[in-house]
T-cell receptor, first 114, second 113 residues
Framework: DGGITQSPKYLFRKEGQNVTLSCEQN?????MYWYRQDPGQGLRLIYYSQIVNDFQKGDIAEGYSVSREKKESFPLTVTSAQKNPTAFYLC?????????????FGDGTRLSIL | AQSVTQLGSHVSVSEGALVLLRCNYS??????LFWYVQYPNQGLQLLLK??????LVKGINGFEAEFKKSETSFHLTKPSAHMSDAAEYFC???????????FGSGTRLSIRP
């Protein structure tokens, strides 16, 4: 079955540590997205990529970095500069942007501080 | 600025009652519209989408939504609530001039026995 796989499901970060969240899709989608979700809040866009080797900052990119070396992969690194990383992180993909393609979501990674 | 508003962060209905979750968008140009559902500790699942083919859109799990241009609304309804409908629901819009979807802040639906 086609879909989006996020790993790990739970992740713990120590002070000063960078951690990387994995997102892989086998839907052959061009566009991929990372969102942050805090309790009782909606989704906030961190980064998005419309094509391989290209990505753009979303609304809350500070303290995060991404890469898009392969079409199927869009890993997110939460750096030590992100002082409040505890949240639920969601990865999504879509067939394109600027049209009516809905986004498909992974099951998320919950990040906590040790 | 382009935006989407969900009225009511929490809605509670009795099992078997009508479900109505409200969504309004900001632009006079009709965007593409979506409703998603999120169960605890899971990602978002697409319920339905509006793409201008028909104003009444039917989705999964018995949900439907009606696009009303005059009211800039896309409210989600279900005639009879089931306990399994308890979840968070997100309305989202995609404007043709934009490259990303804008999500509402979500409405948590609770079902009373």
């Amino acid at each position: 079955d086609g879909g989006i796989t996020q790993s790990p499901k739970y992740l713990f970060r120590k002070e000063g540590q960078n951690v990387t969240l994995s997102c892989e899709q086998n839907l052959n989608h061009d566009a991929m997205y990372w969102y942050r979700q805090d309790p009782g809040q909606g989704l906030r866009l961190i980064y998005y990529s419309q094509i391989v080797n290209d990505f753009q900052k979303g609304d809350i990119a500070e303290g995060y970095s991404v890469s898009r070396e392969k079409k199927e992969s869009f890993p997110l690194t939460v750096t030590s500069a992100q002082k409040n990383p505890t949240a639920f992180y969601l990865c999504a993909s879509s067939g394109g942007t600027g049209d009516n393609q809905p986004q498909h979501f992974g099951d998320g990674t919950r990040l906590s501080i040790l | 600025a382009q935006s989407v508003t969900q009225l009511g962060s929490h809605v509670s209905v009795s099992e078997g009652a009508l479900v109505l979750l409200r969504c309004n968008y900001s632009s006079s140009v009709p965007p593409y519209l979506f409703w998603y559902v999120q169960y605890p500790n899971q990602g978002l699942q697409l319920l339905l989408k509006y793409t201008s083919a028909a104003t009444l859109v039917k989705g999964i799990n018995g949900f439907e939504a009606e696009f009303k241009k005059s009211e800039t609304s896309f409210h989600l309804t279900k005639p009879s609530a089931h306990m399994s409908d308890a979840a968070e629901y997100f309305c989202a819009v995609l404007y043709s001039s934009a490259s990303k979807i804008i999500f509402g802040s979500g409405t948590r639906l609770s079902i009373r026995p």
